[in-house]
C-alpha cells in the first residue's frame, strides 16, 4: 500500500512539474514575469530615492524591495509604509498596477496546473448531455 502511495505521490509531483515547466516557456507567463519584477525593482529604487533619510523605516533598498513585494501580493504587512506625498503616490500605484498583475499571474498559475482536469470535466458534461438527448 506504501509504495502505491508512493508511486502515486511521484506522478503527482512529476505532472506538476511538467506543467509549471510548460507554463514558464510560455510567453503571456515571460512578458508578465518581466513586468512585475521591473514594477518592484523601480518602484523600490524610487521609494528607497524619496524616502531614505526621511523615513525611519527605510534603512536599506532591501526594505523597499520588502515593502513593494508586501504592497503587490497585497499581504500589506505595515511594517515599512511611506511617509512622503510622492512615496503614498508610488504606494497608490504599486497597490493598482501591482494587484492586477499578481491576479494574472496568479491565474496563469491555476490555469496551467488544472486546465486539464477543467477540461476533461467539460467534455464529461457535453457527453453526458448528448446521451440524454
Excluded: C
Excluded at 503571456?28 to 518592484?40: A, D, H, K, R, W
Excluded at 510622492?86 to 494587484?99: A, V
Amino acid at each position: 500500500m506504501r509504495k502505491k502511495i508512493e508511486v502515486h505521490f511521484q506522478v503527482g509531483v512529476d505532472l506538476f512539474v511538467k506543467r509549471l515547466w510548460n507554463l514558464a516557456k510560455q510567453p503571456v507567463f515571460i512578458v508578465l514575469t518581466i513586468l512585475g519584477n521591473s514594477l518592484i525593482a523601480l518602484s523600490s529604487a524610487l521609494l528607497y530615492h524619496f524616502e531614505k533619510g526621511i523615513n525611519p523605516k527605510i534603512n536599506s533598498w532591501l526594505d523597499t524591495v520588502w515593502w513593494a513585494v508586501a504592497t503587490v501580493t497585497t499581504v500589506g504587512y505595515g511594517d515599512v509604509s511611506p511617509i512622503t506625498d510622492i512615496g503614498k503616490i508610488i504606494g497608490i500605484f504599486m497597490m493598482i498596477i501591482g494587484t492586477a498583475l499578481f491576479w494574472s499571474y496568479t491565474a496563469l498559475f491555476a490555469g496551467a496546473i488544472m486546465a486539464e482536469e477543467v477540461a476533461e470535466e467539460v467534455m464529461e458534461i457535453e457527453k453526458s448531455k448528448r446521451i440524454k438527448k
